[in-house]
């Protein structure tokens, strides 16, 4: 089992929509949460960090569910420059990363 | 401006011919990493450095060398490149693994060996 899955999507939404990711990890002594943004052959960036208690920054929201053991991310009001790939990455004393999310925001 | 440099950033050599990219950080970061990105397979960690003289095998290292001689650089060498590691490289640095900090990645080297 990978420690961290994710859905590759693709996820293809117009724009205006909301949207949201999730991200499940499998070790429960995992330290930290971030979410990355990829853009095709680019380097990753990071977009946020999670916190325990959640934290929203402008449209992007992340949420982490310590007892389910995943992390979210909500997208609102999708701009066609959301289009990329969304990496989800754990610390568990390295870090781990999702195969990455892709979203389409079409038109 | 704080950043990880990487170089070259684009790449094409024949099997055999040993070849080193380089990745230099200005942040003072203790950790620093490598990462190979293949199409299906996301990023894989090839060689990790906690510190100065420090480093330690990732997932998929064979095939690959590193050095941590100095703080801020963290060469990735190839001493017989062969067709299997043409792939995009990336580097990384943290300030550590220790608490909420994240990685920051160089902008990638597109290697072909054929």
């Known amino acids: 089992r990978k420690e961290v899955e994710q859905d590759p999507g693709p996820f293809n939404v117009p724009e205006g929509a909301t949207v949201a990711f999730n991200c499940t990890y499998s070790?429960?002594?995992?330290?930290?949460f971030f979410w990355y943004r990829q853009d095709c052959r680019k380097e990753p960036k990071l977009l946020m960090s999670?916190?325990?208690s959640g934290n929203e920054d402008g449209r992007f929201t992340a949420q982490l569910n310590r007892a389910s053991q995943y992390i979210s991310l909500l997208i609102r009001d999708s701009k066609l420059s959301d289009s990329a790939t969304y990496l989800c990455?754990?610390?568990?004393?390295?870090?781990?990363f999702g195969s990455g999310t892709k979203l389409n925001v079409k038109p | 401006e704080a950043q990880v440099t990487q170089n070259p950033r684009y790449l094409i050599t024949v099997t055999g011919k040993k070849l080193t990219v380089t990745c230099s950080q200005n942040?003072?970061?203790?950790?620093m990493s490598w990462y190979r990105q293949d199409p299906g397979l996301g990023l894989r960690q090839i060689y990790y450095?906690?510190?100065?003289?420090?480093?330690d095998k990732g997932d998929v290292p064979e095939g690959y060398k590193v050095s941590r001689k100095e703080k801020r650089n963290f060469p990735l060498i190839l001493e017989s490149p062969s067709p299997n590691q043409t792939s995009l490289y990336f580097c990384?640095?943290?300030?550590?693994?220790?608490?909420?900090?994240?990685?920051?990645f160089g902008p990638g080297t597109r290697l072909t060996v054929t």
């Open positions: 990384a640095s943290s300030r550590g693994l220790a608490g909420t900090y994240e990685q920051y």
């Open positions: 070790n429960s002594a995992s330290q930290s």
């Open positions: 999670v916190y325990s």
């Open positions: 990455v754990v610390n568990i004393g390295k870090f781990y």
């Open positions: 942040m003072n970061h203790e950790y």
């Open positions: 450095s906690m510190n100065v003289e420090v480093t």
